[in-house]
């Protein structure tokens, strides 16, 4: 079936630096890919979506890679900050069909000042 | 700014109560959801709904049910609560087949 998943659990980076957070899926259906950031005592918040017919998506200070090739997903965060710190979580849509999104584990991001 | 409200931020209650988790959404959403969040377990969905009074399984519903007779209201209940039930639940709501979710700020819930 499919299913989402995190090469990191945690991943610890100094402060100024960039972050790459990496997340593998195996179902080749899915077409749309969200990535969630949950900071400590709060919900998920969306951050970046991409969808299949795109390789890359930048926001503010964010960008989302997707190699549809070896199905594979990662955000990129430039300039990393104290407040980055976080659970970031990957989520998979499959295309057939109004499914619930797929969540992958998680991976914890801790900024070193 | 648009929300999701879940009722309650902690909850403590005793093995074989039965437990309401409310959560509204102000967004006019069709798609609600209740998931659960367990350390190394992620994200797991309980129970999805696309419409009122429509429901959905998710992939863990054993020992809960929902309601939802309003469009901006999605209810989770544990008929008789277990040990096993304490964790994290977070409601999310979405517009249309597309889109992300938003979410609450959860209810961490303590069975004892």
């Known amino acids: 079936g499919e299913s989402v998943g995190l090469h990191l659990p945690t991943l610890s980076v100094q402060e100024g630096d960039n972050s790459i957070i990496n997340c593998a899926y195996s179902?080749?259906?899915?077409?749309?890919f969200i990535w969630y950031k949950q900071e400590s005592g709060k919900g998920p918040q969306f951050i970046i979506d991409?969808?299949?017919?795109?390789d890359k998506r930048q926001g503010q200070r964010v960008t989302v890679l997707l190699n549809k090739t070896v199905k594979h997903l990662s955000l990129q965060i430039a300039a990393t900050q104290p407040g980055d710190s976080a659970v970031y979580f990957c989520?998979?849509?499959?295309?057939?069909?109004?499914?619930?999104?797929?969540f992958g584990k998680g991976t914890r991001l801790s900024v070193i000042a | 700014d648009v929300k999701v409200t879940q009722s309650s931020r902690y909850l403590v209650k005793r093995t074989g109560e039965k437990v309401f988790l409310e959560c509204v959404q102000d967004?006019?959403?069709?798609?609600m959801f209740w998931y659960r969040q367990d350390p190394g377990l992620g994200l797991r969905l309980i129970y999805f709904?696309?419409?009122?009074?429509?429901?959905e399984k998710g992939d863990i519903p054993e020992g809960y049910s929902v309601s939802r007779e309003k469009k901006e209201r999605f209810s989770l209940i544990l008929e008789s609560a277990s040990t096993n039930q304490t964790s994290m639940y977070l409601c999310?709501?979405?517009?249309?087949?597309?889109?992300?979710?938003?979410f609450g700020s959860g209810t961490r819930l303590t069975v004892v």
């Open positions: 999310a709501s979405s517009l249309g087949e597309r889109g992300g979710y938003t």
């Open positions: 179902n080749s259906a899915s077409d749309y």
């Open positions: 967004m006019d959403h069709e798609n």
């Open positions: 991409i969808r299949s017919n795109m």
């Open positions: 989520a998979e849509n499959i295309q057939t069909g109004n499914t619930p999104l797929v």
């Open positions: 709904s696309y419409d009122v009074k429509m429901k």
